[in-house]
């Protein structure tokens, strides 16, 4: 209690490391951007392996899903950082291997979002495509997934939110995005809490407008 | 039927299974070019099945398909057709369903077009002309711009049938396409198939529309339990069935039958 009376807040000296705090922020923009293209090329091909009427085809792909489904992505982080270059005995870049659990995170459930946006078209619109005489392919470009995709985008939008937000779970391999960057400025200035409070901020003022965004295309796909 | 009229659709033996359950048990039935056959039978009887196995929709299980000169034989040769072959084979019949299953994103005229320009590479200025032509003839010219959500039940089960139409089928396969609307807007869709019929299109028809059976088939199937239980001219199968299941069937709806045309 005594500490809230007498503590003075002192954003000065922690927002004058603005070269770190834009290397930080430039960290955490790229490996959303990075691990979410990369997760939804991921969620494209293995949406659609899981249409393949096989299931030596779909059985590995709901596997892969499932296991990255159901191990938190702090491990599967670690896993993937200091695990695999031992599985397989090759030097990966740093920044790689930081990457590629938050990819394939993302890239198990943008194959579910693929998948659920595939089926949940109405079984009629197939067999009126197939009536007409259209190849799987073209069923696919011009019936299915000019409807399908409208109703992915809210929940690739929702997901990709999350996916921003968790790579701040980078921290622990030490890569420098907004939160690394915040823990190295806290131990040059001991400034926790006006530190790690810009670093909320930060965050925050990235996502509200993405959120809003998000309710507003759920709205309008709903119509 | 004369001997010297072209058959455009022959099924022999055809049978179909889901599991342990036989849908269709063994039919057979021959259409001529410009003729209406109409299928009639209690539901769950195979009629969708037997409908949805012509244009391959369903693969049979045994038995022979012959539509216009393919010949696909589902015995112990299986040479049912795959890929593009299948989507060929399938390009030349039409088939309206009870649902419409319109394109939603598409608007009625583009609906029309899609197979035209999707399955057959039409030029699209062409498959226009094609598609306008269509929705004039089902009543719909001043409706091209509109999407399905705007559409009535009737309208939108028009657009179906000018689609199908507009890959100049041999054949059109009707699946109780009526069964789904409101029964003010049954009329104006029974009267774009009546004119498709005196146009000489070579139809197949599930329907309950005992008064347009009468009025329109050149044959009547009546199924019952997967099997043909009376086959014949329109008159003789409606009016004067010689099997009782038909009779005890059509019981249900003899005012119809028996009503005069106004
Ligand atoms: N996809 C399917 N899987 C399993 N059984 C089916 C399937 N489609 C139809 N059936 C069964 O086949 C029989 C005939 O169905 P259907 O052809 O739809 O009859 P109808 O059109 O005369 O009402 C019914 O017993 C139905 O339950
Ligand atoms: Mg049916």
Redesign the pocket.
């Known amino acids: 209690m005594i500490l809230a009376v007498v503590y003075k807040w002192d954003f000065g000296l922690v927002l004058s490391y603005t070269h770190l705090w834009a290397k930080g922020l430039g960290v955490t923009l790229a490996y959303s951007v990075g691990t979410i293209a990369g997760g939804m090329i991921i969620g494209v091909i293995c949406g659609l392996l899981l249409l393949v009427r096989s299931r030596w085809v779909t059985l590995p792909v709901h596997y892969y899903v499932e296991i990255f489904r159901c191990t938190p992505l702090l491990v599967q982080i670690v896993w993937f950082y200091y695990a695999l270059p031992i599985v397989l005995q090759v030097e990966l870049p740093d920044w790689f291997a930081a990457g590629l659990g938050l990819t394939l995170y993302m890239g198990a459930f943008a194959t579910e979002i693929f998948r659920g946006g595939i089926i949940s078209i109405d079984k009629g619109q197939w067999q009126a495509s197939r009536a007409l005489g259209m190849t799987g392919g073209e069923l696919m470009r011009h019936i299915i997934l000019p409807q399908a995709t409208k109703r992915m985008i809210p929940p690739f939008v929702n997901q990709s939110i999350i996916q921003l937000k968790n790579t701040s779970l980078l921290y622990v391999v030490a890569i420098p995005d907004l939160m690394y960057t915040g823990s190295i400025i806290v131990s040059d200035t001991f400034r926790p809490l006006e530190v790690y409070t810009s670093v909320a901020i930060a965050y925050f003022i990235i996502l509200y407008p993405l959120t809003l965004w998000a309710a507003r295309l759920e709205a309008r796909v709903d119509q | 039927m004369t001997s010297s009229s072209e058959v455009m659709v022959k099924v022999e033996g055809l049978r179909k299974s889901?599991g342990n359950?036989e849908?269709v048990r063994g039919v057979s039935l021959e259409v001529d070019r410009g003729q209406v056959v109409v299928v009639i039978?209690p539901?769950?009887?195979?009629?969708?099945?037997?409908l949805r196995c012509i244009n391959l929709l369903e693969k049979p299980s045994a038995g022979t398909l012959q539509v216009g000169d393919r010949l696909v034989d589902f015995g112990a040769t299986h040479s049912m057709p795959r890929g593009r072959d299948l989507a060929r084979f399938r390009a030349r019949i039409g088939m309206v369903f009870q649902q419409f299953d319109l394109f939603p994103h598409m608007t009625a005229l583009q609906n029309v077009m899609s197979g035209p320009v999707i399955v057959k590479k039409m030029p699209k200025p062409e498959a226009e002309t094609v598609a306008r032509d269509l929705l004039a003839k089902v009543g719909l010219a001043a409706f091209t711009e509109r999407f399905p959500r705007n559409l009535s039940g009737g309208q939108q089960q028009r657009v179906a049938i000018a689609r199908a139409m507009a890959m100049a089928p041999e054949i059109m396969l009707f699946d109780e396409v009526t069964s789904a609307l409101d029964p003010e807007l049954v009329g104006e869709v029974l009267d774009v198939m009546k004119q498709l019929a005196t146009d000489g299109t070579t139809m197949i028809v599930?329907t309950h529309e005992m008064a347009f059976a009468r009025d329109v088939a050149d044959q009547v199937l009546v199924m019952d339990a997967g099997q043909v239980v009376e086959q014949g001219r329109a008159e003789e199968v409606l009016l004067r069935p010689q099997n009782p299941r038909t009779a005890s069937f059509l019981s249900r709806f003899h005012s119809t039958i028996g009503e005069r045309k106004a």
């Open positions: 889901y359950v849908a039978g539901s769950g009887c195979g009629k969708s099945t037997f599930v």
